[in-house]
Each structure stands twice: as structure tokens, then as C-alpha cells.
């Protein structure tokens, strides 16, 4: 098992920086993937990089979005000899001291997607928090109740080629869509899933936390990949049911 810890960034200014470091204490290999950045924030990695030969900045010419730089950098990674991508975003929101937990969990389970199931604090906006219990629903529906912790949560632990193939059968899922229609499709795939429940912290802006969650924009596109995972569940439900009887787990 070789891991590897996978942050993809697009204008997360001053944060970045910090949470790179705080990963790069936790673990020696870090790739940061710079989704078109126009805020300089690249720049503020240099010295990281100096200092941290694990550490790799890869770079897309224009904003693709976030499923666009996670596939991007996991296809590099494959091609490097890691076996397993820890995603972790750029933003401040995961906290990089459970990276070690997430680890310790593949190593038990290597076949498994480790999926981060969110602890909310009272600063996370009430909006963000019940709006995902839709999602989540959807998902689970889409699903059969496989057992995705929370389809919206970025903090995972994906074997690679799992990822890769659930990459392979979609157009889509490069942007907002990502994160839950990955979580599906690799349940689709019968990938075991285990939940970590992880602290979710909202940084202010005096702290630096920025986001790029527009409400009508994000959620129109969830609206739109329900649709689509709706009808290809409903084509992959008789073999769904067959599994469901019999259902592999670690």
C-alpha cells in the first residue's frame, strides 16, 4: 500500500498554504492540484516545497473544477505507483490530524473506500447542514442503502483504481456533482465502504475560509445528477437486488 494525500485547490488564498503544512506533518506525500488559480496562491507554496521533497504541485491551465483536478491527480498518481488517494480540501474545512486514522482504516482495509462522515460545530452555516440530508437520501435511494455516509463529504480514502473506474463510466461528476456521483457509482461498483466521523470546521473570513458553494448554481447541478444516477439505477436495479441479499462488506 503506498497513499498518497491529494488536495485539490482553486483560489483558496492565505488557507492553503496552512493546510498543506498541517498535512505535510501528518504525512511526507502531498500533492496539491492548482485548478486554475488566478489568486497567487500557488506562490505561497514555494517554500513548502523546498523544504518537503513528498510534496508536488500540479497544475491545470483553466478552472475545470474539482472532479476535473482529482481525476487529474489521481491519474498521476497511478501512474507514480501510489495504490490510494486521501482527498482533502484546501479550504481549512477537514482536519488533517485524522489523516493518520484514515490510513490506519486502509491498511485493515485496502479494498475499501474510508469515507469521512462529518461532525458539524454550531458555526456551520443550518443551510449547508440539512441541505445535504436531501443528497444524502437520494443517494442512499440510488443505492440501495449500500452504506455512503455522506455523499457530499470530501475527506475520503479511495483505492485508486476503484476511483479511476468510477471515473471511466461518467461524463460528468467533474465538477459539484463529484463528490456524491463518485460515492455512488463506486457503490455501484460493490466497493465496501467504512465511515470515520470527522469534525467539520467553517473557517470565518478574518480566518481566511473562503467558498466556492453557490446555492442555486451547485444545487441545480445536484438536481441534475440525481436525475441521471435516478435512471441508471433504475437500468442496474435487478442486479442491485441480487446483491443486496448477499452484500460484501469488510
Not at 481549512?92 to 486502509?106: K, N, V
Not at 445528477?225 to 441508471?232: N, P
Request: aromatic share 8%; charged share 20%; hydrophobic share 45%.
Amino acid at each position: 500500500m503506498k497513499p498518497l494525500v491529494l488536495i485539490p485547490s482553486y483560489n483558496t488564498g492565505r488557507i492553503l498554504p496552512r493546510t498543506v503544512a498541517d498535512a505535510l506533518a501528518r504525512w511526507p506525500d502531498v500533492w496539491v492540484v492548482m485548478d486554475g488559480s488566478t489568486d497567487g496562491s500557488e506562490a505561497l507554496l514555494e517554500p513548502l516545497q523546498k523544504e518537503h521533497p513528498g510534496l508536488k504541485v500540479l497544475r491545470l491551465e483553466k478552472n475545470s473544477g474539482k472532479g476535473s483536478a482529482v481525476l487529474h491527480g489521481t491519474r498521476q498518481a497511478e501512474q507514480a505507483g501510489f495504490t490510494h488517494v486521501l482527498t482533502l480540501d484546501a479550504d481549512g474545512q477537514h482536519p488533517t490530524e485524522d489523516i493518520p486514522r484514515f490510513l490506519s482504516m486502509a491498511e485493515e482495509h485496502p479494498e475499501a473506500a474510508i469515507m469521512g462522515c462529518p461532525v458539524f460545530g454550531p458555526e456551520a452555516p443550518a443551510v449547508r447542514v440539512q441541505g445535504r440530508k436531501i443528497s444524502n437520501g437520494w443517494a442512499n435511494l440510488e443505492t440501495l442503502n449500500w452504506g455512503i455516509p455522506d455523499s457530499l463529504f470530501g475527506m475520503r480514502l479511495y483505492p485508486v483504481p476503484a476511483l479511476l473506474k468510477a471515473f471511466r463510466g461518467t461524463f460528468w461528476a467533474r465538477r459539484f456533482d463529484y463528490d456524491t456521483e463518485i460515492a455512488v457509482r463506486l457503490a455501484w461498483q460493490g466497493v465496501p465502504m467504512l465511515a470515520v466521523p470527522t469534525r467539520v470546521r467553517y473557517l470565518s473570513a478574518e480566518e481566511g475560509g473562503v467558498s466556492q458553494f453557490r446555492y442555486f448554481r451547485d444545487n441545480s447541478v445536484l438536481t441534475w445528477m440525481h436525475i441521471r444516477l435516478l435512471l441508471g439505477f433504475l437500468l442496474r436495479l435487478p442486479v442491485l437486488l441480487l446483491r443486496a441479499r448477499n452484500p460484501l462488506k469488510p
